[in-house]
């Protein structure tokens, strides 16, 4: 009994002062699960240059990123839509200033089974699809079945931006919803195996997703511009209708470790990763 | 002396260990009651229970749980239906019909199953069992209440058939030779005279099956589609209230009223919870 108390004592003593200087030595950076492999690419290549600091990534989704930083968990949200008014408010009462920072672009790509016989559709196709109100395949060109609605959960980042941008086009005063039938999946890699396994099904997901056993859909803004399909050149030419910022949200009063990581994810090498984990670069 | 004291320090840590459970469910409770009544502040509890449309971080928020409270009632029923029969039969054969090695192997079975994760019956139910229940029913998605009952009917098994085990050998072995001696067969015995003298003990093993069946989260919010609409069946895509507060809690701006919603939902499942335990609770007690 006795030893069990001193070795308790012992890892105490030991562990408190570690854990204290792990937090002041570590960069934690938490958010977007979207953004969560491009922040490892990133945290990767530049602990490599430069071995004293240490970047801890973890994802949770944009929300909860948010969330740490007004708690003051992380020092970089990442985050794939803007901050919130509601989050602002919150952080400014709590003494925070946050500020949003373009780090990168991702491309959503619509897709449906490699069976399905639609290529293209409008922005205002999808808006009725995806709401409900086009069910069958037929009304866009397809396959006498019913048209099964995949979504993410309302606690990711893309939800959010297909609603906004897709959905309600950008109109603040839209009420339009997903459609309430629509399946709620958790994860993007859910969305793209129930695409993969089911003829009637169409959901949407980032462009670091796409692989052939989903087929990507062509989209055009409206019925009279041309049909584009989510590839990477389209998406930095500005050509494709359903792109995104992804985002690093950070105090405005930035550490130097904080302002040394943005520099770096924002130079060219920093960009050069963007590409290579199938986002989109800013410049 | 020493000895005394030493007996005093343990007698009353043993007693805080007792109180410890009691002390936090009362402060679960609590908590639950803090955060989850706030929401009463942006809906009316009848708006709240009845509100046919879950929307929750649209502007304004859209807070009606009647589609999640229906979509957990279904599913709850659905694995009820399945695996009160299985269980229960289950439970007969191996406390009244199997030879001693089968009985063991059984036993054990049945203890494995238990120790299965959810997470991993989810997964099996994702890639086996929902692909089998669209093709069966020729349905658009599987991902349907009857997957979710299906699953959670394996995660009630072995609850419901430790316990009725249970209750049949509590029954006094008079009971059984006396029916032998009228006459009875071994089956007229079993459902004559066993089974209703175990009911009580059975009817808490299904209450405590579904206990744990409605508290269940990660399995039903892999296979069950989780859209918020008022189900009409089990072949249809629904949400339950687990499902809803797991997949939403990371989000929910802390202080919103779609955080205080979640809150309230659980207290909805706490509430639900307690009622089917403290049942199953009486029904254990009126047997002794």
């Given at each position: 009994?006795?030893?069990?108390?001193?070795?308790?004592?012992?890892?105490?003593?030991?562990?408190?002062?570690?854990?204290?200087?792990?937090?002041?030595?570590?960069?934690?950076?938490?958010?977007?699960?979207?953004?969560?492999?491009?922040?490892?690419?990133?945290?990767e290549?530049?602990?490599?240059?430069?071995?004293?600091?240490?970047?801890?990534?973890?994802?949770?989704?944009?929300?909860?990123?948010?969330?740490?930083?007004?708690?003051?968990?992380?020092?970089?949200?990442?985050?794939?839509?803007?901050?919130?008014?509601?989050?602002?408010?919150?952080?400014?009462?709590?003494?925070?200033?946050?500020?949003?920072?373009?780090?990168?672009?991702?491309?959503i790509?619509?897709?449906?089974?490699?069976?399905?016989?639609?290529?293209?559709?409008?922005?205002?196709?999808?808006?009725?699809?995806?709401?409900?109100?086009?069910?069958?395949?037929k009304?866009?060109?397809?396959?006498?079945?019913?048209?099964?609605?995949?979504?993410?959960?309302?606690?990711?980042?893309?939800h959010?931006?297909?609603?906004?941008?897709?959905?309600?086009?950008?109109?603040?005063?839209?009420?339009?919803?997903?459609?309430?039938?629509?399946?709620?999946?958790?994860?993007?890699?859910?969305?793209?195996?129930?695409?993969?396994?089911?003829?009637?099904?169409?959901?949407?997901?980032?462009?670091?997703?796409?692989s052939?056993?989903?087929?990507?859909?062509a989209?055009?803004?409206?019925?009279?511009?041309?049909?584009v399909?989510?590839?990477?050149?389209?998406?930095?030419?500005?050509?494709?209708?359903?792109?995104?910022?992804?985002?690093?949200?950070?105090?405005?009063?930035?550490?130097?470790?904080?302002?040394?990581?943005?520099?770096?994810?924002?130079?060219?090498?920093?960009?050069?990763?963007?590409?290579?984990?199938?986002?989109?670069?800013?410049? | 002396?020493?000895?005394?004291?030493?007996?005093?320090?343990?007698?009353k840590?043993?007693?805080?260990?007792?109180?410890?459970?009691?002390?936090?469910?009362?402060?679960?409770?609590?908590?639950?009651?803090?955060?989850?009544?706030?929401?009463?502040?942006?809906?009316?509890?009848?708006?709240?229970?009845?509100?046919?449309?879950?929307?929750?971080?649209?502007?304004?928020?859209?807070?009606?749980?009647?589609?999640?409270?229906?979509?957990?009632?279904w599913?709850?029923?659905?694995?009820?239906?399945?695996?009160?029969?299985?269980?229960?039969?289950?439970?007969?054969?191996?406390?009244?019909i199997?030879?001693?090695?089968?009985?063991?192997?059984?036993?054990?079975?049945?203890?494995?199953?238990?120790?299965?994760?959810?997470?991993?019956?989810?997964?099996?139910?994702?890639?086996?069992?929902?692909?089998?229940?669209?093709?069966?029913?020729?349905?658009?998605?599987?991902?349907?209440?009857?997957?979710?009952?299906?699953?959670?009917?394996?995660?009630?098994?072995?609850?419901?058939?430790?316990?009725?085990?249970?209750?049949?050998?509590?029954?006094?072995?008079?009971?059984?030779?006396?029916?032998?001696?009228?006459?009875?067969?071994?089956?007229?015995?079993?459902?004559?005279?066993?089974?209703?003298?175990?009911?009580?003990?059975?009817?808490?093993?299904?209450?405590?099956?579904?206990?744990?069946?409605?508290?269940?989260?990660?399995?039903?919010m892999?296979?069950?589609?989780?859209?918020?609409?008022?189900?009409?069946?089990?072949?249809?895509?629904?949400?339950?209230l687990?499902?809803?507060?797991?997949a939403?809690?990371?989000?929910?701006?802390?202080?919103?009223?779609?955080?205080?919603?979640?809150?309230?939902?659980?207290?909805?499942?706490?509430?639900?919870?307690?009622?089917?335990?403290?049942?199953?609770d009486?029904?254990?007690?009126?047997?002794k």
């Amino acid at each position: 009994m006795r030893k069990i108390l001193w070795g308790m004592a012992a890892i105490m003593v030991i562990a408190v002062p570690a854990l204290a200087a792990g937090k002041k030595g570590a960069l934690q950076i938490k958010g977007s699960d979207t953004m969560v492999n491009l922040g490892q690419a990133w945290a990767e290549k530049y602990m490599e240059k430069n071995p004293a600091d240490f970047i801890a990534v973890t994802g949770g989704g944009s929300g909860t990123g948010m969330a740490s930083l007004i708690s003051g968990t992380c020092d970089i949200a990442m985050s794939s839509r803007n901050i919130k008014q509601k989050e602002i408010d919150l952080a400014k009462a709590q003494g925070h200033d946050p500020v949003e920072i373009k780090v990168a672009l991702d491309g959503i790509a619509v897709v449906v089974h490699p069976k399905n016989t639609v290529e293209k559709l409008t922005l205002d196709q999808l808006a009725d699809i995806f709401s409900g109100r086009i069910a069958s395949w037929k009304q866009v060109g397809g396959a006498d079945a019913k048209i099964v609605i995949l979504s993410r959960e309302v606690n990711s980042g893309t939800h959010v931006y297909f609603k906004e941008h897709v959905l309600r086009k950008n109109d603040p005063s839209s009420k339009a919803e997903f459609a309430a039938g629509a399946l709620m999946l958790s994860s993007s890699q859910a969305i793209a195996d129930e695409v993969a396994g089911n003829p009637s099904s169409i959901g949407y997901y980032g462009m670091g997703y796409i692989s052939p056993k989903q087929k990507t859909v062509a989209v055009a803004k409206d019925g009279t511009s041309e049909y584009v399909e989510p590839t990477i050149d389209n998406v930095m030419k500005g050509l494709y209708p359903i792109s995104r910022p992804l985002f690093f949200c950070v105090e405005s009063r930035q550490d130097e470790a904080v302002r040394k990581f943005i520099e770096f994810a924002l130079s060219p090498e920093g960009q050069a990763i963007v590409k290579e984990t199938d986002f989109v670069p800013i410049k | 002396m020493l000895r005394k004291i030493k007996e005093f320090i343990i007698e009353k840590l043993i007693l805080l260990c007792g109180l410890a459970s009691v002390i936090f469910v009362a402060l679960i409770f609590i908590f639950l009651l803090k955060e989850g009544l706030s929401v009463f502040k942006f809906v009316r509890p009848g708006e709240f229970l009845a509100g046919r449309s879950w929307y929750p971080i649209s502007e304004p928020a859209q807070l009606g749980i009647l589609p999640l409270i229906l979509g957990s009632l279904w599913v709850t029923f659905g694995a009820a239906v399945i695996s009160v029969p299985i269980g229960v039969g289950c439970a007969v054969y191996i406390a009244e019909i199997a030879p001693g090695r089968t009985k063991e192997v059984l036993k054990g079975g049945i203890e494995l199953l238990a120790a299965i994760p959810s997470v991993v019956l989810g997964f099996i139910g994702m890639v086996t069992l929902v692909p089998l229940v669209k093709n069966v029913f020729h349905l658009s998605t599987g991902l349907t209440g009857l997957s979710g009952s299906i699953i959670l009917a394996f995660m009630a098994m072995p609850t419901i058939v430790s316990i009725a085990e249970d209750a049949l050998y509590a029954v006094p072995k008079s009971y059984k030779e006396g029916a032998f001696a009228l006459g009875a067969t071994h089956w007229q015995t079993i459902w004559r005279v066993l089974l209703p003298a175990a009911s009580s003990g059975i009817v808490a093993a299904v209450m405590l099956g579904i206990g744990r069946v409605i508290g269940e989260t990660m399995a039903v919010m892999m296979i069950t589609g989780n859209s918020a609409v008022i189900p009409r069946g089990l072949l249809e895509p629904l949400r339950t209230l687990t499902a809803t507060i797991a997949a939403e809690m990371g989000e929910a701006v802390v202080g919103s009223e779609h955080y205080f919603a979640l809150f309230a939902i659980g207290i909805i499942l706490f509430i639900i919870s307690f009622a089917v335990n403290v049942t199953a609770d009486l029904f254990l007690h009126k047997n002794k």
